[in-house]
C-alpha cells in the first residue's frame, strides 16, 4: 500500500492519508478527450464517486466496484463533479446504479447544476465533441452563492438516505470554500477554481486534492472552450498554489494523467499559471473554430508532409552522391540528421487520423489535438540548423514557419501579418536571383581546395542546393521600373517559392513572371510552360489562397494541358 | 500498396497502386530485390497508381538505383502524378535515374 509521498495505486483500494478509515481506488485512464480518470472513495458512512467519466464501459467498471462494496455495506454514494464536461460526467446517464436517486445523490457547483440541468452543449463541450446530452437531476448545488459564506451549518437529509451537514466557511486559500460532512465521516473541503470551467471545483479529503482540468486549462484545443476564463484560471491557480504550500496535502489526483506529488503540481502549476498570463486575446474555441484549426491542421500538415520528404530525400541524395565519391563516413552520418523513419512514421499516423476523421469517427477537435501533437513532435525531431548548411535553408525555414504558424492558429491566435510597403518588381527581382544562382561560386570552391574541412562543407552545400530554377527558362517582364504595394514580404517570397516549386515539381521548362495593374489594382501573374506531369494534384489551392490572404492579396489559379498559371492580386490600401 | 509484376520484354515492369508510406517502402523493396535475385537488371516501376511517397519511399528509390548500376542495368520510373514528380524532382533524384512518361516510351530504349 502507498503511503506519504508515494503515488497511488490504480485500480486498487488504498488508504486515503490521514484520513482514518477512509480508502480511495483510482481509475486512471490513458489521457484522451473521451473521458477523464475517475476516483472513488469509501468511508464507513458514504461512498464517493468523484468524476464518473465520459464512457459507458468506465461507468460500468465503477457500478461493479460500487455493487461490491455496497454488499459488504450499503452506503449513500455522493456522486461529484470536478465540473460538467461531458469527458467527466456522460457516463453517469449509462448506469442504472449511477442514475438512481434511491442510491446515487448527484453533486455539483451551482452553475453546473444549471447547464446540466437545461443540457447546455457549449458549456459542456457537448457541441464540440459531438455528444448528446439529456437533462439531469441535480441533488446538491455545491458553493451556491445564496449561502455564501452564511457560516451556519445546513443539514439535509437525501432519498438515498445520506445525512449531509454543508457548511460554507469564509474564504480559504482566497478560495471559495464549502465543507460537505457526510454522516460521521471525514470532511470533504470543496474550492472553487473556475477558469477551465465556470463550475470548476477541487475537492480535498485528507491528504488527497482532486484538483479536476486544472493542469490542462491553458493548454491548446482548451484555452478559449465556451467557458473559459482567463482571469479566474490565473487567481484558482493562485489559490490552489496557496492551499498546497500549506502542507498536509500528500497526492494530487488530476482529472486526465497520473497522480502526482504537491511539489509536482505546485511546479506544474506555475507553468500553467505562466502560460495563461500570455493568453490574452485568444479566440474563443467553438466548434466552427475547432473545424477551421483542423482544416488548417490538414492543410499545414499536406505542406509539411512534402518538405520533410523533400529534404529527407535531399539528404539522400547527398549521401549517395559522397557514397559514390568515396566519402562513406560522411554519407551515412546524414541521414540521421532528419530520423526519415520517425518522421514518415508521425506522418503516417497523422494521415490515417485524418482520413478516420473523414469518416465520421472523431469529432474535428480532434484532429487539431492529433496536429499539435504530431507538429510538437516534429519540431524535436529534425536538426534545423545542421540541415540548413546543407540542403536549401529556405526548405528548412518554410518548414520551421509552417510548424510555427500552426502552432500559434492551435493556441487560439491569429497569424501574425508584417504588413509594409514594399516594391515587387524588387523581391521578385531578388527571388529570382536567389532561386537561379547556387549559394556558393564556383571560385569559392576553388578558393577552399586546400581546407579539408572547408571543402567538404561547401561541397556538401552545393550538391544538397540545386537551384530550384537552374534548369528552366525564366522570363520577366514589368510594367514600370517599381510596383510599390502593402505586402507581408516573407509569407509573399513564401508563396512564390511553392508557387515556383509547384511548376518546377510538374516539369515546366519555361516560367513567365509578369507585374503590372489593372486599375487600382496590382495584379502578378506567373506561368509554367510545358509541364509534364499529370494534370491535378499540386498544393491545395485552400493552403495557397491562405498563404496568399496573410501575404496580403488574393490568388487565383488556372490549369490547362501542359501548361499552369497563377494570379497574385494586391489592393492599394494597407 | 498493391505491386503487380510483368515481363515486357527484356525487361521487367512493376505497377505500383496505393500509397508508398513506410508499410508498403519495404514491400516494395522486397519486390525489387526478388526481380533483380531472378535475374532482371532492366527494371521500370509504372507510378499510375501512386499518389503518395514518403522519405521511406525514396530511400528504397536511391537503394535499386544504386544496385542497377552496371552497364547494360536499367532502372526507370514512367507515369509519375504531379505531387510525386514534384517530390522527386525537388529532391534531386531525376538526375540519377530516368523518368518517362509513359510505359511505351520508357520500354522503347531499352
Not at chain 1, 446504479?97 to 442510491?103: K, V, Y
Not at chain 1, 486575446?281 to 488548417?296: I, K, M, P, Q, Y
Not at chain 1, 574541412?453 to 521600373?481: M, N, Q, Y
Not at chain 1, 506561368?527 to 493552403?543: H, K, L, Y
Amino acid at each position: 500500500m502507498p503511503g506519504g509521498n508515494e503515488p497511488l495505486l490504480p485500480l486498487q483500494w488504498q488508504p486515503v492519508p490521514g484520513c482514518g478509515e477512509a480508502m480511495v481506488y483510482p481509475l486512471i485512464r490513458k489521457v484522451d478527450i473521451v473521458s477523464s480518470n475517475s476516483y472513488l472513495v469509501q468511508t464507513p458512512d458514504a461512498i464517493v464517486l468523484i468524476d464518473p467519466g465520459g464512457l459507458p464501459d468506465q461507468a460500468a467498471h465503477l457500478a461493479s466496484i460500487i455493487r461490491g462494496i455496497r454488499g459488504e455495506k450499503a452506503r449513500p454514494v455522493i456522486m461529484m463533479l470536478t465540473h460538467a464536461h461531458v469527458d467527466h460526467f456522460l457516463a453517469a446517464c449509462s448506469d442504472p446504479l449511477l442514475a438512481d436517486p434511491g442510491i446515487t445523490l448527484f453533486a455539483i457547483q451551482e452553475s453546473g447544476a444549471r447547464s446540466l440541468e437545461s443540457s447546455d452543449r457549449q458549456v459542456t463541450q457537448a457541441e464540440m465533441l459531438g455528444k448528446e446530452v439529456t437533462p439531469m437531476r441535480i441533488d446538491l448545488r455545491l458553493l451556491e452563492a445564496a449561502r455564501e459564506r452564511a457560516g451556519a451549518p445546513v443539514r439535509r437529509t437525501f432519498a438515498n438516505g445520506a445525512t449531509v451537514m454543508v457548511v460554507q466557511d469564509p474564504l480559504e486559500s482566497g478560495l471559495p470554500h464549502e465543507r460537505i460532512v457526510v454522516g460521521d465521516g471525514p470532511p470533504l473541503d470543496i474550492f472553487h477554481t473556475p477558469g477551465h470551467s465556470p463550475d470548476s471545483i477541487c475537492i480535498r479529503i485528507g491528504g488527497l486534492l482532486f484538483i479536476g482540468d486544472l493542469l490542462v486549462a491553458a493548454n491548446p484545443g482548451l484555452a478559449g472552450i465556451a467557458g473559459w476564463n482567463r482571469d479566474a484560471l490565473i487567481r484558482s491557480i493562485t489559490g490552489i498554489q496557496e492551499l498546497l504550500s500549506r502542507g498536509g496535502i500528500t497526492a494530487v489526483c488530476p482529472g486526465h494523467g497520473r497522480v502526482l506529488t504537491p511539489d509536482d503540481t505546485a511546479r506544474m502549476l506555475g507553468a500553467v499559471q505562466g502560460e495563461a498570463r500570455l493568453l490574452t486575446g485568444v479566440a474563443e474555441l467553438n466548434r466552427d473554430r475547432a473545424r477551421e484549426t483542423a482544416a488548417f491542421a490538414e492543410d499545414c500538415m499536406e505542406q509539411v508532409n512534402e518538405l520533410f520528404t523533400v529534404m529527407a530525400g535531399r539528404l539522400y541524395y547527398v549521401s549517395h552522391v559522397m557514397d559514390e565519391l568515396g566519402e562513406t563516413e560522411i554519407a551515412a552520418g546524414l541521414p540521421e540528421m532528419i530520423r526519415g523513419e520517425v518522421i514518415d512514421d508521425l506522418l503516417d499516423s497523422f494521415a490515417s487520423f485524418t482520413r478516420e476523421v473523414h469518416s465520421g469517427r472523431h469529432m474535428p477537435i480532434a484532429l487539431a489535438l492529433k496536429g499539435g501533437q504530431v507538429i510538437g513532435k516534429l519540431q524535436r525531431t529534425f536538426d534545423q540548423e545542421g540541415l540548413a548548411q546543407i540542403i536549401d535553408p529556405t526548405l528548412v525555414l518554410r518548414a520551421e514557419r509552417l510548424l510555427g504558424d500552426y502552432t500559434i492558429t492551435f493556441r487560439g491566435f491569429s497569424l501574425p501579418r508584417d504588413i509594409a510597403e514594399h516594391d515587387l518588381n524588387a523581391l521578385l527581382r531578388a527571388s529570382l536571383t536567389d532561386h537561379t544562382v547556387r549559394s556558393s561560386s564556383d571560385d569559392d570552391v576553388l578558393a577552399s581546395a586546400d581546407d579539408h574541412a572547408a571543402f567538404g562543407r561547401l561541397l556538401l552545400a552545393r550538391i544538397g542546393t540545386s537551384p530550384l530554377l537552374g534548369d528552366v527558362e525564366v522570363t520577366f517582364g514589368a510594367d514600370s521600373k517599381t510596383l510599390t504595394v502593402p505586402v507581408d514580404r516573407e509569407r509573399f517570397l513564401d508563396l512564390l517559392t511553392y508557387l515556383l516549386e509547384d511548376l518546377v515539381g510538374t516539369g515546366a521548362k519555361a516560367i513567365t513572371i509578369h507585374t503590372g495593374k489593372d486599375g487600382d489594382t496590382t495584379v502578378v501573374t506567373i506561368s509554367g510552360a510545358g509541364c509534364t506531369g499529370r494534370p491535378g494534384g499540386g498544393i491545395p489551392r485552400r493552403f495557397l489562397s491562405g498563404l496568399c490572404e496573410r501575404a496580403g492579396g488574393t490568388l487565383d489559379s488556372c490549369e490547362a494541358a501542359g501548361s499552369r498559371q497563377f494570379t497574385i492580386r494586391f489592393g492599394t490600401v494597407l | 500498396m498493391e505491386i503487380t509484376t510483368v515481363t515486357r520484354g527484356n525487361g521487367t515492369v512493376l505497377s505500383l497502386a496505393g500509397r508508398i508510406d513506410t508499410v508498403a517502402a519495404p514491400m516494395l523493396e522486397q519486390a525489387i530485390n526478388r526481380v533483380m535475385e531472378s535475374g532482371s537488371r532492366k527494371i521500370l516501376l509504372d507510378f499510375s497508381g501512386v499518389s503518395y511517397i514518403s522519405s521511406g519511399g525514396l530511400r528504397v528509390l536511391l537503394a535499386s538505383a544504386k544496385k542497377l548500376k552496371n552497364t547494360g542495368d536499367r532502372f526507370g520510373l514512367c507515369c509519375l502524378s504531379a505531387d510525386v514528380l514534384k517530390v522527386l524532382k525537388l529532391a534531386g533524384f531525376t538526375s540519377i535515374f530516368s523518368i518517362y512518361p509513359s510505359e511505351g516510351e520508357a520500354l522503347a530504349g531499352w
